[in-house]
C-alpha cells in the first residue's frame, strides 16, 4: 500500500457564512415582525428559531478554530469525525460508502462487512470539500486498504 497522506476537512467558512447571514436577516425580520406585526408570537417564535439555527450552524466552525480540530480525518486506515458523536470508521471493517444527497446537503452513508454492525453515516452540510469528491476520496481509500 503507498504512503498515504493524511487528509483533514473543514467546515468551509464561505459557505457557513452565507448561511449565517440568511438566518440573521430572518431574524431581524422576525425583530421587525414582533415590533410593528399584528403576530408578535408567531414573528418571536420565527425570530428564536432562525437565531438558534445561525447559532447552530456557527458552532462547529468556532469549535473547529478554536480546538484546531478538524471535522473529518481521513487517514490511512480509518476516517474520524469529530462532530458530537466523534465516531471513527475503521476501512477493516467496511464494505462500500454509499453516497446519500438532499437538497443542498448529503450524507456519506457507511455499509460494514459484518451484518451484525448497524450502518453509520457521516453528515457533511457546508464542508470544505465538494460530497462527491469526498466520496470518491473515501473510495479511494477503501479500495487500497482492501
Not at 438566518?23 to 425583530?31: C, E, I, S
Not at 476516517?79 to 446537503?105: H, I, P, Y
Request: aromatic share 12%.
Amino acid at each position: 500500500m503507498a504512503d498515504m497522506k493524511e487528509i483533514k476537512v473543514y467546515h468551509s467558512v464561505w459557505k457557513s457564512a452565507i448561511t449565517i447571514v440568511v438566518d440573521l436577516m430572518l431574524v431581524a425580520l422576525g425583530v421587525w415582525g414582533i415590533l410593528g406585526g399584528k403576530t408578535p408570537i408567531l414573528a418571536g417564535f420565527f425570530a428564536v428559531f432562525f437565531f438558534f439555527a445561525a447559532v447552530m450552524t456557527a458552532w462547529p466552525l468556532v469549535k473547529e478554530r478554536i480546538n484546531k480540530e478538524p471535522y473529518l480525518t481521513i487517514t490511512e486506515d480509518c476516517v474520524k469525525v469529530s462532530g458530537r458523536k466523534g465516531q471513527e470508521f475503521q476501512f477493516a471493517d467496511v464494505e462500500s460508502f454509499g453516497l446519500r444527497r438532499f437538497l443542498f446537503d448529503g450524507m456519506i452513508e457507511v455499509n460494514y462487512r459484518n451484518e451484525r454492525m448497524t450502518p453509520g453515516a457521516i453528515m457533511v452540510s457546508d464542508l470544505a470539500i465538494k460530497l462527491k469528491d469526498l466520496h470518491a476520496i473515501l473510495n479511494e481509500r477503501l479500495e487500497a486498504h482492501k
